[in-house]
């Protein structure tokens, strides 16, 4: 997705807050999502965030928003090795498609 | 387990060939997305149906094509494959037609074109 940006890998130790960052284009997407993907496996929904919020908290899971640069992160608060995975921004074009980023790999170092 | 049901799992097929990729969605969703992911254009919007009708096309080639059955099952049909068809395939499904509600994700089809 050339509209979504992320960074391509992070790294943390065990325990600490992993920021991840994403860039969208499209200022009329109504809902910015946060997928994992762990290996071999199908995309997860891990959480979204309607367009007109700046903040969603879901249990370790905090989500913000900042509109006017188009940035959205997510933060993983005590960040486990469960936590190790792929995870994908992504935005709603034109209500009918979601326009994903190229994913970011955590990993997850004890 | 996210409720979408992917058939077969891994399939392995020559160039030239034609394939047929299953998805079931959740129960009581009438809409169904299907993606491609690969490693050179990540993961990318193909076609989108809602109770049995197309609803959106995104980056589909035309040797692929998609259909929606009553019962909201949907099939995949990629045709003259080609090596750069190698990917995997995901189906996702929602209740509504609007991309900006819940999109529910299959396990995925791996399709290896040798």
């Known amino acids: 997705g050339e509209d979504v940006e992320q960074s391509l890998f992070l790294s943390v130790r065990e325990g600490d807050s992993s920021v991840i960052n994403c860039t969208y284009t499209?200022?009329?997407?109504?809902?910015l999502y946060w997928y994992k993907q762990e290996p071999g496996a199908g995309l997860q929904l891990l959480t979204y965030?309607?367009?007109?919020?700046d903040m969603k908290q879901d249990q370790r899971l905090t989500v913000l928003l900042n509109k006017k640069d188009k940035h959205l992160s997510l933060r993983i608060a005590d960040t486990q090795t469960g936590d190790s995975a792929i995870y994908f921004c992504?935005?709603?074009?034109?209500?009918?498609?979601?326009?994903f980023g190229a994913g970011t790999t955590v990993t997850v170092r004890a | 387990d996210s409720g979408v049901t992917q058939t077969p799992k891994h399939l392995i097929t020559a160039t030239g060939q034609r394939v047929t990729l299953r998805c079931s969605p959740r129960?009581?969703?009438?809409?169904v997305y299907w993606y491609q992911q690969s490693l050179d254009q990540g993961l990318q919007f193909l076609i989108q149906?809602?109770?049995?009708?197309?609803?959106a096309k995104g980056n589909i080639l035309e040797r692929f094509s998609a259909q929606q059955f009553p019962d909201l099952h949907s099939e995949l049909n990629l045709s003259s494959l080609e090596l750069g068809d190698s990917a995997l395939y995901f189906c996702?499904?929602?209740?509504?037609?609007?991309?900006?509600?819940?999109?529910?994700f299959g396990p995925g089809t791996r399709l290896t074109v040798t």
């Open positions: 129960s009581g969703d009438l809409s």
């Open positions: 499209d200022s009329s997407s109504t809902y």
């Open positions: 996702a499904s929602s209740p509504t037609t609007r991309a900006s509600y819940e999109q529910y």
């Open positions: 992504a935005e709603s074009i034109d209500d009918y498609k979601l326009s």
């Open positions: 149906y809602y109770n049995g009708e197309e609803r």
């Open positions: 965030i309607f367009s007109n919020m």
